[in-house]
């Protein structure tokens, strides 16, 4: 959770940093993988019952600021190839970064920026939407 918490405020700051290097789309896929092997019907999780809740109630704010940041790309009216004019900018400064450095605009980062942000935030709204399903599972008990 802390590891996600870093990721949405580098998101929250530079999505395209995010993407590249901070994906959070993997933390997610994690957290799934974990609340799935939780044996929910387990004597120390019947226990322990408050502190898991609060627990989930915690990861469920969290996928909330994510998708809070990933939808602003996502539900742009813009038609395809065209990124909101934020990220237009923020493509065009770093474009001319890597002009100024001689690197090649699709780097080994995975593709041409704009694409970059709308493939990870894509993925994390789908890996997000399997973590709220498994936990909406455990709270409903």
Not at 10 to 38: C, N, R, V, W
Not at 43 to 63: A, P
Not at 107 to 133: D, N
């Amino acid at each position: 959770m802390s590891l996600l918490k870093k990721q949405i405020n580098i998101a929250s700051e530079d999505l395209l940093l995010a993407s590249q290097k901070f994906p959070m789309h993997g933390t997610l896929l994690a957290l799934q993988y974990i609340f799935k092997e939780l044996d929910y019907s387990s004597l120390g999780m019947k226990d322990n019952l408050k502190e898991w809740r609060n627990t989930h109630n915690h990861v469920i704010n969290l996928i909330d600021e994510v998708c809070q940041i990933v939808l602003g790309v996502l539900s742009n009216p813009s038609p395809e190839g065209n990124v909101p004019a934020s990220f237009q900018e923020m493509e065009e400064s770093i474009d001319e970064l890597v002009l100024n450095s001689n690197e090649d605009l699709e780097s080994e980062e995975g593709g041409p920026k704009h694409q970059v942000i709308l493939s990870c935030c894509w993925r994390v709204v789908k890996e997000a939407r399997f973590v709220i399903r498994i936990i909406f599972g455990f709270l409903c008990m």
